[in-house]
């Protein structure tokens, strides 16, 4: 059979063009194969600042007290009572929702368990608690045995940060090259965002601001009384300066 002309050109440009494709192939594989960094190498998406790594979060908790009532007593104490309307001061002013009286079940004090909760209860609504924001429901401790407690709850806004304690490089000598730049340990700044989470009262002021507090109207006028008649607007102390050290060691 006889090729035309443009069929024989086709086949005599198909060797050629399989050659410069497998060729083209190869360089691309070795190419490929050349690439040594590896993803966790590339540290330009960490936070090197420690509260962009370790963030304090803005969240909703539990406020809890428990209350430890024996076998012969239902009644609470006056120090619990008052604990109890120092609880419900506090759920006035921070709550975000009703407040739960976790009573035992199965357990040795839950007779007395249940007069305390009775006392509990009249003293929250003593204090201001409505009948709806106070809900009262059982539960069976893991060891019966153990004498439980009488839990109350109330949800409230908490900042929180952490877990502290991850340490998920190495901060000695390593052969990946990321661990001699000088950048902070990953556990660094953990410690500090939590403790400050835990010790502001409210926090809200880690977001935003509170309003300014009215000035003191009584002072304000002396100060300005004092300006326009040419005085000075200093506060005089009469017996600053005339305390004297102690003898004791003399």
Not at 7 to 21: E, N, Y
Request: positive net charge; charged residues 20%; hydrophobic residues 40%.
């Amino acid at each position: 059979m006889a090729f035309t002309p443009s069929q024989s050109a086709v086949a005599a440009r198909t060797p050629g063009r399989t050659w410069r494709f497998g060729a083209a192939a190869a360089l691309a594989l070795a190419l490929a194969g050349c690439k040594a960094t590896a993803d966790h190498e590339i540290t330009s998406s960490i936070a090197t600042d420690y509260r962009q790594r370790h963030p304090i979060a803005i969240k909703e908790g539990d406020k809890t007290l428990d209350l430890f009532v024996g076998i012969g007593r239902g009644s609470l104490n006056a120090t619990q009572r008052a604990q109890v309307l120092a609880f419900a001061g506090n759920w006035r002013r921070e709550a975000t929702g009703g407040i739960v009286i976790d009573a035992p079940v199965g357990t040795s004090n839950e007779r007395a368990a249940q007069q305390a909760v009775k006392e509990t209860r009249s003293l929250l609504l003593a204090a201001g608690a409505t009948p709806r924001a106070i809900v009262v429901r059982p539960y069976r401790p893991a060891d019966p045995a153990q004498l439980a407690t009488v839990r109350l709850s109330y949800p409230k806004m908490v900042a929180e940060a952490g877990p502290c304690g991850l340490w998920p490089e190495d901060v000695g000598p390593s052969v990946n090259s990321g661990y001699f730049q000088n950048r902070h340990y990953w556990n660094f700044g953990c410690a500090t965002q939590r403790n400050l989470a835990a010790m502001v009262a409210n926090p809200a002021d880690l977001v935003q601001p509170r309003a300014e507090a009215p000035p003191m109207a009584g002072r304000r006028s002396v100060v300005l009384e004092k300006y326009r008649s040419g005085e000075s607007t200093a506060t005089n102390y009469p017996n600053n300066g005339q305390g004297q050290i102690s003898d004791v060691g003399q």
